[in-house]
């Protein structure tokens, strides 16, 4: 990945894109990794973001950044430096390419800038500059995309440069999706318009407009492979399930009936489960009746072509994605008057379940073996186990204190 990059990628005018890419990166010093935990305690942590196959997570601190392996849980690496830390760190898959946004108090690196780190070499190969702050980054083998609060950039990873410029409602969440299959480029944000998301299939030049939510969109979520999109609303109390490919609405699930600020949601690599955190301190973790087209024995077949394709060629109808599975989510015992009584006696409610401290952010993802993994904004560390047969109340398994800090935002 990194010989592709060039030593002096080309200049992008400011003129026609509101960002530009510093030809000649600035030098940053960042240390090989320390032992112990000197100086933690004044360390604040601002942001943790899962790798793209859940087994790594990073922690964005006001003096570094942080490295952690799931399974087992330890530390990988650290890279303190001085005068201010940063805000957000990406990691692709777990390679040594980062992507690096400066926190405020950072006197080299403002939140407007984002830096492409190789951490094998120690350098900065790669750096962008915006005129706003950038409000989330995500990373695929062959895109880099950048957020800011009403523009999303994309970029080629191969030579950076730029491919796309795609205006959003105001989006200060820094919402976004990016698939991670070899054979599919898809990605999901804000629309123009409240409760709208836009789908974007690169490979198949593709645009897709769906009308999620009456409210604004809060979280979204997609499948490594981009086919399927999760939605919630800032109300928080419904998650649809969508098909990326033709925007219609597969399953939907309720979180609860009160409102509720959506943290986080993921969806399992096997597409048999979807987690959902929010500031009530329940993790919810929902079955899926959901599959992808070709995936079956019964489709397979040696061709190359990616799911994306299979699914746009394919004959069946939507109707073929929804599944029988061993597991349900349990309805309202009167369920069976739908249509008569209202919507709520009909919603499909959490299949397991796990309690963590409440409006405290935590991001889910799924480990092995029936279990899932919390990394909180309290530096710590969950790995709890569901029955998924079952269901119910989750099992845990592990608790980790990842970083030693006094200041515990939310």
Same mark, same amino acid.
């Given at each position: ?49 899962? &790798? ?130 070899? &054979? ?227």
């Amino acid at each position: 990945m990194t010989s592709t990059l060039p030593s002096s990628p080309p200049f992008l005018s400011s003129s026609s894109s509101s960002a530009a890419l510093v030809t000649s990166p600035s030098p940053l010093s960042l240390p090989h990794p320390t032992d112990g935990d000197d100086g933690a305690a004044a360390t604040q942590l601002l942001s943790v973001s899962w &790798n793209q196959d859940y087994g790594c997570f990073a922690a964005a601190t006001t003096s570094g950044f942080r490295v952690y392996s799931c399974e087992p849980f330890s530390e990988t690496f650290r890279r303190d430096i001085r005068g201010g830390g940063f805000r957000i760190v990406e990691m692709l898959f777990r390679s040594n390419i980062l992507a690096l946004v400066g926190s405020e108090s950072n006197s080299q690196y403002p939140p407007s800038r984002v830096l492409i780190w190789d951490d094998h070499q120690s350098r900065c190969i790669g750096e962008f500059s915006f005129r706003s702050q950038v409000r989330a980054v995500r990373l695929s083998r062959d895109r880099i995309v950048v957020v800011l609060e009403h523009k999303v950039y994309v970029y080629d990873f191969a030579d950076l440069k730029l491919l796309h410029q795609i205006e959003t409602l105001a989006n200060p969440r820094g919402l976004c999706c990016l698939s991670h299959h070899p &054979n599919t480029s898809v990605l999901a944000l804000p629309g123009l318009y409240r409760g709208q998301v836009r789908i974007e299939h690169f490979g198949l030049n593709l645009v897709k407009l769906v009308n999620a939510h009456d409210n604004h969109i809060a979280c979204l979520a997609i499948t490594m492979d981009g086919l399927l999109l999760a939605t919630a609303s800032t109300k928080g109390t419904l998650i649809r399930i969508f098909s990326t490919m033709d925007g219609t609405r597969l399953q939907e699930v309720r979180r609860g009936v009160d409102r509720a600020e959506i943290y986080g949601m993921t969806l399992s690599q096997d597409v048999q489960w979807l987690a959902v955190s929010s500031d009530k301190g329940t993790v919810h973790i929902f079955s899926l009746r959901v599959r992808v087209a070709g995936e079956d024995s019964s489709t397979n077949s040696n061709s190359p072509q990616s799911p994306a394709l299979l699914h746009q060629n394919s004959s069946t109808s939507v109707t073929s994605l929804i599944s029988s599975s061993t597991s349900s989510n349990p309805s309202s015992s009167l369920s069976f008057m739908r249509g008569v009584l209202p919507k709520y006696f009909s919603s499909e409610w959490s299949f397991a379940q796990f309690r963590l401290p409440e409006e405290t952010h935590f991001i889910a993802a799924f480990g092995s073996q029936n279990t899932v993994i919390f990394a909180g904004m309290d530096a710590s560390f969950y790995r709890c186990q569901f029955d998924p047969v079952h269901g119910g109340e989750m099992l845990q398994q592990e608790y980790v204190r990842f970083l030693k800090t006094d200041i515990r935002p939310k």
